[in-house]
Nanobody
Framework: VQLQASGGGLVQAGGSLRLSCAVS????????TAWFRQASGKEREFLAA????????YYADSVKGRFTISGDNARNTVYLQMNNLKPEDTDVYYC??????????????????WGQGTLVTVSS
């Protein structure tokens, strides 16, 4: 299983970016795919998750209303649409997939496969 994250870049505060996570080696259905962010020296932060088989999405309070996670089964890709970005959103963003359940949805160890990370920089 491999995950390829892309879409990061430099954007001004208030702007938008869409991150993509292309998954190969397994389908989206039956697994939970999530986005986290973590910079060097900082704790990993859960952002959003998609449980494709139940059609449910989950968000951290810090991004609820600004970020939207979605999936495209045909492309086996999960997206993270990020709007109204703030300088504090600057970070390295990672996608991950695994058998996380409702109780473990925000826990990094619940995800067995991770992408390489994509850098998002928000200027003020």
């Amino acid at each position: 299983v491999q995950l390829q994250a892309s879409g990061g870049g430099l954007v001004q505060a208030g702007g938008s970016l869409r991150l993509s996570c292309a998954v190969s080696g397994r389908t989206l259905t039956g697994y939970t795919t999530a986005w986290f962010r973590q910079a060097s020296g900082k704790e990993r932060e859960f952002l959003a998750a998609l449980r494709r088989n139940v059609g449910s999405t989950y968000y951290a309070d810090s991004v609820k209303g600004r970020f939207t996670i979605s999936g495209d089964n045909a492309r086996n890709t999960v997206y993270l649409q990020m709007n109204n970005l703030k300088p504090e959103d600057t970070d390295v963003y990672y996608c991950a997939t695994g058998r996380a359940t409702l109780s473990s949805i925000g826990n990094g160890p619940a995800y067995h496969y991770w992408g390489q990370g994509t850098l998002v920089t928000v200027s003020s």
